[in-house]
Nanobody
Framework: VQLQASGGGLVQAGGSLRLSCAAS?????????MGWLRQAPGKERENVAA???????YYADSVKGRFTISRDNAKNTVYLQMNSLKPEDTAVYYC????????????????????WGQGTQVTVSS
């Protein structure tokens, strides 16, 4: 499995970024939950958002109302639209997959993911 994340960068507080993740190497991701983890220096890895095959979603309380996760099942791609960014959103963001979670279940725990790709840095300046 390969998860190729892109879209990170430097943005001022209040700005927006859109992360993308292209998944490959598996015949179907239809029973998998896809999501985004993030890890800031000195902090534990956090499950930011997740989405099931049929587009049920989960969000961490810290990003509710600001971030939106979506997926294009035909392209095996998952997105994270991040609005109203804050300096505390600064972290390395990782695309992740929870194999066989079922088509209706978004992943809620960071430790439940089976695989994650190389991260993309998001830096929000104040």
């Amino acid at each position: 499995v390969q998860l190729q994340a892109s879209g990170g960068g430097l943005v001022q507080a209040g700005g927006s970024l859109r992360l993308s993740c292209a998944a490959s190497g598996r015949s179907s991701f239809s029973r998998d939950s896809m999501g985004w983890l993030r890890q800031a220096p000195g902090k534990e890895r956090e499950n930011v958002a997740a989405i099931s095959w049929n587009e049920n979603t989960y969000y961490a309380d810290s990003v509710k109302g600001r971030f939106t996760i979506s997926r294009d099942n035909a392209k095996n791609t998952v997105y994270l639209q991040m609005n109203s960014l804050k300096p505390e959103d600064t972290a390395v963001y990782y695309c992740a997959v929870d194999f066989e979670a079922g088509p209706f279940v978004p992943t809620t725990r960071a430790t439940a993911y089976d695989y994650w790709g190389q991260g993309t840095q998001v830096t929000v300046s104040s």
